[in-house]
């Protein structure tokens, strides 16, 4: 009831896509991504709101499209962008829904110094994305695995470009996240006092048997 997986063909008007997620009371975050043209990788959340379009691949600011038109109690609907819907098209998305040891959204406006950001995630992060959504920039990634796992608070990867991993404390101040929090530096990409942020905080499978009923 957390995650799903789901693919339709487009008809450029609208669609209801229906996987037994309560996006509407719970929360989440849907990205889409077309599988048979090459359109931009849509990203729609809750708590920014509906039509609300970043993409995985740009840099661009949020901008208000028809992608992700309403969010229900058993999955969301779409509307006649070209990014979700076109007409014979195919298409697949991912749907995240908030929850403790699974996935949390977060925003937060920039102040350019060292901080810390609360998360309710409840456990540490596997990773973490980071968005100006309303600055032209890119994707900022943190993940556990980075480095070959030594100390991976101290590189940034990125979604939206091809670039190899940066070693450098203006992403996460060189700070570990914690089950409550991650800290952001002084790097306009994650926290320029001019703009505001996004982050989607994800969890990650340690075999401590802390997610799920098993």
């Known amino acids: 009831d957390s995650f799903s997986t789901d693919l339709w063909t487009g008809n450029a008007t609208s669609q209801t896509i229906t996987n037994n997620i309560d996006l509407s009371t719970d929360g989440g975050m849907v990205w889409i991504a077309a599988r048979s043209n090459a359109g931009h990788k849509a990203v729609v959340d809750t ?3 509906v039509n609300q379009k970043l993409a995985t691949n740009q ?30 098209y195919t298409y697949v998305g991912w749907t995240f829904k908030k929850k403790a040891d699974f996935f949390d959204i977060v925003t937060y406006s920039g102040n350019g110094s060292n901080r810390a950001i609360s998360h309710n995630l409840g ?24 480095n070959g796992g030594t100390d991976p608070q101290n590189y940034a990867m990125f979604l939206s470009g091809t670039n190899a991993q940066s070693s450098s404390s203006a992403y996460w101040n060189n700070t570990a996240p914690t089950s409550t929090q991650f800290t952001v530096g002084t790097e306009d990409m994650v926290n320029n006092a001019s703009n505001n942020y996004i982050a ?11 997610f799920g009923p098993d």
């Open 123 to 146: 456990s540490v992060p596997g990773m973490i994305w980071v968005k100006g959504y309303d600055r032209d920039d890119g994707w900022a990634v943190y993940h556990r695995g980075m």
């Open 59 to 88: 840099t661009n600011a949020q901008t208000g499209q028809s992608t992700v038109t309403a969010f229900n109690t058993n999955g969301f609907d779409i509307g006649s962008s070209a990014d979700v819907n076109e007409n014979s």
């Open 200 to 210: 989607y905080v994800f969890a990650h499978n340690d075999g401590d048997g802390e």
């Open 47 to 49: 708590v920014r709101g």
